[in-house]
């Protein structure tokens, strides 16, 4: 099992920053790629941005040139900078990772983080 736990949310100014953090942690497992997703409330959970271990990034129109993911294999953790957040960015944000471990394929979420624009 993959357990993910994610940090970094919280209230900001529209035109504002935040900077979202996701650290994986388990037994002998390898990631093919991490991601974040967003669900606003009553909305399906979408995606935001993916990385794979190579580096290849994937992003939704909405947020390209406003948002970037990355990551440090080393920590097996991904990092969402997210810039000139705008009023319609309030959502909650999962961190995902896919991978396999011991062989097995695996698919995890985080908890979710709590992102708030407001003035």
């Known amino acids: 099992q993959v357990q993910l736990v994610e940090s970094g949310g919280g209230l900001v100014q529209p035109g504002g920053s935040l900077r979202l953090s996701c650290a994986a942690s388990?037994?002998?497992?390898?990631?093919?790629?991490m991601g974040w997703y967003r669900q606003a409330p009553g909305k399906q959970r979408e995606l935001v941005a993916t990385?794979?271990?190579?580096?290849?990034?994937n992003y939704a129109d909405s947020v390209k040139a406003r948002f970037t993911i990355s990551r440090e294999n080393a920590k097996n953790t991904v990092y969402l900078q997210m810039d000139s957040l705008r009023p319609g960015d309030p959502t909650v944000y999962y961190c995902n990772a896919v991978g396999f471990v011991l062989g097995m394929p695996y698919n995890s979420w985080g908890q979710g983080t709590q992102v708030t624009v407001s003035s």
């Open positions: 990385i794979t271990g190579g580096g290849s990034t």
């Open positions: 388990g037994s002998i497992f390898v990631i093919n790629a």
